[in-house]
């Protein structure tokens, strides 16, 4: 089990930045971890991924954020982060950090979600 929490979300004005963080009750680089990221879901739509890392250490970014948001991770301290610049008002959501870790034995292995709380990004025009 692995719990997330998030914190640094709030109310921005547009051009201005945000980071939110995402501590973990384990290890967030152990070798089961697939990737770590951050979606973000408004009402009635579904979550999107917004910035991820795989195992390997490779980035992925959602088309809209490219440029503009960082995600990174502190293996010591078991602690992602998003670092959101130039925010705009379409950026308003819920944004959630998420952990993919494999578990099972080798010929069974699957895949298990963990996700954080939640915390609001609201970025006024």
């Known amino acids: 089990q692995v719990q997330l929490v998030e914190s640094g979300g709030g109310l921005v004005q547009s051009g201005g930045s945000l980071r939110l963080s995402c501590a973990a009750s384990?290890?967030?680089?152990?070798?089961?971890?697939?990737?770590v990221g951050w979606y973000r879901q408004t009402p009635g739509a579904q979550r999107e991924l917004v910035a991820a890392?795989?195992?390997?250490?490779?980035?992925t970014y959602a088309d809209s954020v490219k440029g503009r948001f960082t995600i990174s991770r502190d293996s010591a301290k078991n602690t992602m982060y998003l670092q959101m610049n130039s925010l705009k008002p379409e950026d308003t959501a819920v944004y959630y950090c998420n952990l993919k870790r494999e578990h099972g034995p080798v010929e069974r292995v699957f895949e298990r979600d963990y996700w954080g709380q939640g915390t609001q990004v609201t970025v006024s025009s």
């Open positions: 384990g290890s967030i680089s152990s070798p089961n971890t697939v990737a």
């Open positions: 890392i795989t195992r390997g250490g490779r980035t």
